[in-house]
């Protein structure tokens, strides 16, 4: 069973605007947030993370909300930029754990 | 730049095949793990490692087997490929030394392995 989910797979913003991406998770002991960006024919990269002491992490343009009591993350870009265009996977674990268990992803594209 | 290498990216074999998919890692991680992903699915864990000598067996059943004779070397092998091992490999390592507050013990992966069984 998916302990991670991601339910839109895809994203279209006007370039400027605000992408928002959404990730569920159902483990009330996760400790500890990701979101990686892949792009195409490459590895999936660390973008931003946050602990569950927090609920808000802000890196630039990224900013990562979470909710322990919905059990509930997003990933804000503000504004987007046409760059941004990729494949957005969030994952979850605790910090004492072996891994983390990651989302199906959501395609984010940027529309010039 | 890339720090974990991955060979090879794309590989399209018959079936019973013997496959070893290399990776390799320039940090020192002690970590490495072997991810799998199918097309809009999740990655799963196959394998993963506390370092030389430490193999383990991920959530996801693999039939393929993994070594870790050296840090920085974590190879994954199919003794004989079907088409159900169709699927992307991912490589990843971290460091658990960096700690947690930044962001840090983060996986860091490689570019993927395609692999394809015919």
């Known amino acids: 069973d998916q302990q991670v989910k991601q339910n839109s797979p895809s994203l279209s913003v006007q370039e400027g605007r605000i992408s928002i991406l959404n990730c569920d998770y159902t483990?009330?002991?996760?400790?500890?947030f990701l979101w990686y960006k892949k792009y195409p024919a490459e590895g999936p990269t660390f973008l931003i993370s946050?602990?569950?002491?927090?609920d808000k992490n802000e890196d630039g343009r990224f900013t990562v909300f979470l909710n322990k009591s919905a059990k509930h993350l997003s990933l804000h870009i503000v504004p987007s930029q046409p760059g941004d265009s990729a494949v957005y996977f969030c994952?979850?674990?605790?910090?004492?754990?072996?891994?983390?268990?990651f989302g199906t992803g959501t395609s984010l594209t940027v529309i010039p | 730049e890339a720090d974990i290498y991955q060979t090879p990216r794309y590989l399209v074999i018959g079936t019973g095949k013997k496959i070893t998919l290399e990776c390799s890692q320039t940090?020192?991680?002690?970590?490495m793990y072997w991810y799998q992903q199918d097309p809009g699915m999740e990655l799963h864990l196959i394998h993963y490692?506390?370092?030389?000598?430490?193999?383990e067996k991920g959530d996801l059943s693999s039939e393929s087997t993994v070594s870790r004779i050296r840090t920085e070397h974590f190879p994954l092998t199919l003794e004989s490929a079907r088409p159900s091992h169709t699927s992307q490999y991912l490589c990843?390592?971290?460091?658990?030394?960096?700690?947690?507050?930044?962001?840090?013990?983060?996986?860091?992966f490689g570019a993927g392995s395609r692999l394809t069984v015919l």
């Open positions: 990843a390592s971290s460091d658990p030394r960096t700690g947690w507050s930044s962001g840090a013990n983060v996986l860091t």
């Open positions: 483990n009330s002991m996760f400790d500890y």
């Open positions: 490692s506390y370092g030389v000598n430490s193999t």
């Open positions: 946050i602990s569950s002491i927090k």
């Open positions: 940090m020192g991680h002690d970590k």
């Open positions: 994952a979850s674990g605790r910090v004492t754990g072996n891994q983390f268990y």
